[in-house]
């Protein structure tokens, strides 16, 4: 069984910089893509990136060109590099597989983007 803990979340300045790392407790290869998602103060979760086993990877419009998200097997760490933040970058940020499973949500890390 696989449990997932984030963090790397903070506050930061517009225009700042933040890495996230997701930690699994068990094997992840046997998760076929991994995501991250965000969920902000009074919205739905959304899904912001994906990475599949090969190395593919999908970001939705919002994010595309600002955040990178990368898988380490070896590590069982999955990272979402997020830069020239926005303030509406701001939520609380969780690992999950994709699609996700209800099982592995966690805690989050919260990310806070503001002057």
């Known amino acids: 069984q696989v449990q997932l803990v984030e963090s790397g979340g903070g506050l930061v300045q517009p225009g700042g910089s933040l890495r996230l790392s997701c930690a699994a407790s068990g094997s992840i290869f046997t998760i076929a893509a991994m995501g991250w998602y965000r969920q902000a103060p009074g919205k739905q979760r959304e899904l912001v990136a994906t990475s599949n086993r090969g190395g593919s990877t999908n970001y939705a419009d919002s994010v595309k060109g600002r955040f990178t998200i990368s898988r380490d097997n070896a590590k069982k760490t999955v990272y979402l590099q997020m830069n020239s933040l926005k303030p509406e970058d701001t939520g609380v940020y969780y690992c999950?597989?994709?699609?996700?499973?209800?099982?592995?949500w966690g805690q989050g890390t919260q990310v806070t983007v503001s002057s």
């Open positions: 999950n597989s994709a699609p996700s499973r209800a099982a592995l």
